[in-house]
């Protein structure tokens, strides 16, 4: 897990942190590689198997490295990451990256009109919470959890995006991974997220 087995390139002494780094390839390409480390935790009145876990950390893995690696204008994106699954929280360390599936009835992911949202974490936090509801959605899982690394890893919605090149590339973006909709299926980044991970996780 040291560096992601990379520690020519990655540093990243306790494994527990988002690290990006950017070289250049044998052909002078950029090449971006974004490391993370996470655990799964079910924090819910649900129950599930080993198995049904495994499914679930290894569906939102792979999701992460389809959304967010690949090849781009300028730069090729490499993403590694590992979820490992845990049974109890005293298993995490303070800076942990967590993904928690929890009760419908959330305070996190309660809205005013009593509704709730499918996942909520905040923007360079540590700590995303999953609706239990959408376990059973596969696809609605991995999007979700994906959308949620994107805050964790510096990303806002499109409407929200502080940072002006990333909104003006994704506002009208409607297969953007950080678009905010109950029916929105889309998961793909533009290159300035990219930039803006690595400018936030230096």
Not at 51 to 71: A, L, R, T, Y
Not at 104 to 125: F, Y
Request: net charge negative; aromatic share 4%; with cysteine.
């Amino acid at each position: 897990m040291y560096c992601a087995g990379n520690p020519v390139i990655l540093i990243d002494p306790d494994g527990r942190k988002i690290v990006v780094t950017r070289i250049k390839n044998d052909n002078g390409k950029d090449v971006v590689k974004i490391s993370v480390t996470a655990k799964l935790y079910n924090g819910s009145s649900s129950n599930y198997s080993k198995d049904e876990m495994n499914n679930m950390s290894s569906g939102i893995s792979n999701q992460i490295k389809e959304s967010f690696g690949g090849e781009y204008k300028n730069c090729e994106v490499q993403v590694k990451i590992n979820i490992e699954n845990i049974d109890n929280l005293s298993e995490t360390r303070g800076d942990d990256h967590l993904f928690m599936i929890v009760d419908a009835d959330n305070s996190d992911l309660k809205n005013k009109d009593g509704s709730s949202n499918a996942g909520a974490s905040n923007v360079g936090g540590q700590v995303a919470k999953l609706n239990t509801t959408i376990t059973d959605d596969e696809n609605q899982l991995k999007r979700t959890a994906t959308h949620e690394f994107g805050h964790m890893a510096g990303l806002e919605h499109p409407e929200n995006e502080s940072n002006a090149a990333v909104k003006k590339a994704v506002l009208n973006d409607k297969t953007n991974i950080m678009r905010q909709s109950k029916t929105s299926s889309g998961t793909t980044v533009v290159e300035q997220q990219i930039n803006k991970i690595e400018n936030e996780n230096k």
